[in-house]
């Protein structure tokens, strides 16, 4: 029998809708001026609060920060999951090809998003792991199942080549046991295969790109393929 989940009174759907009010207000600044410029008092005054009634909602510039890192991995843990949910019948290399296209539109359409959670930290701001390491570990977890489905059905080889040192093999088993329950090679793929197209798109939204390419259409697709092609061939 299903549970129904407890009704908001009104005194706490005001509450939420004050929180995600504030949140709005903190993406429109990020997208505006960077994280590091993030300004409590810049927010409250553009939605008509004073600082004192902002900080009922979020005690800190930390408490603030870290809810919105946690709803930006969210988000693109959801982006990455539908992706996944919608190919899962399909070969590994179309899903994991596809994981990308939608990891690159996920950036492009929330690059406040894509910057707060992979850019440069900000200054003062020690991430809470203890919140935030599980919901950053789950927005890999697509691209985890899609390399172990390569490993399942014969087309990638394991160990990894060349092997893990044993400091490198105890960081990666840890990180496994505490979040995602895989081989270690596996975790090891999945955040290199991560880190190339986060970094791709670091130089895009930066405008960094060289000036003979129009935009990163064409790069990100080839490294998608070279991604494919080395598991393939490992």
């Known amino acids: 029998m299903n549970e129904k989940k407890p009704t908001l009174g009104r005194r706490e759907r005001l509450q939420q809708m004050t929180k995600e009010e504030i949140k709005q207000a903190a993406w429109i600044q990020i997208h505006a001026n960077g994280a590091s410029a993030l300004s409590l008092r810049g927010i409250a005054s ?77 200054n003062e701001y020690e991430a809470p792991w203890e919140q935030t390491m599980q919901i950053a570990g789950a927005s890999l977890t697509a691209l985890i199942r899609t390399i172990n489905d390569a490993r399942a059905c014969g087309d990638l080889q394991l160990p990894v080549h060349p092997t893990a040192s044993p400091e490198l093999l105890a960081a990666l088993q840890a990180w496994s046991d505490a979040i995602h329950h895989v081989h270690p090679d596996i975790l090891y793929l999945a955040f290199t295969i991560a880190t190339r197209v986060q970094g791709l798109m670091m130089v895009e939204l930066g405008h960094q790109l060289p000036p003979f390419f129009p935009n990163g259409d064409e790069l990100f697709g080839r490294e998608l393929e ?9």
């Open 226 to 234: 070279r991604i494919v092609f080395e598991l393939e061939n490992r």
């Open 46 to 122: 553009s939605l008509g609060l004073s600082a004192p009634a902002l900080y009922r909602y979020f005690p800190s510039k930390q408490e603030l920060v870290t809810a919105l890192i946690l709803d930006a991995f969210d988000s693109l843990r959801l982006a990455l999951d539908a992706t996944a949910q919608r190919l899962q019948s399909l070969p590994w290399q179309t899903r994991l090809r596809e994981l990308g296209l939608t990891y690159r539109r996920w950036a492009l359409e929330q690059p406040a998003a894509f910057r707060l959670i992979f850019g440069e930290p900000i």
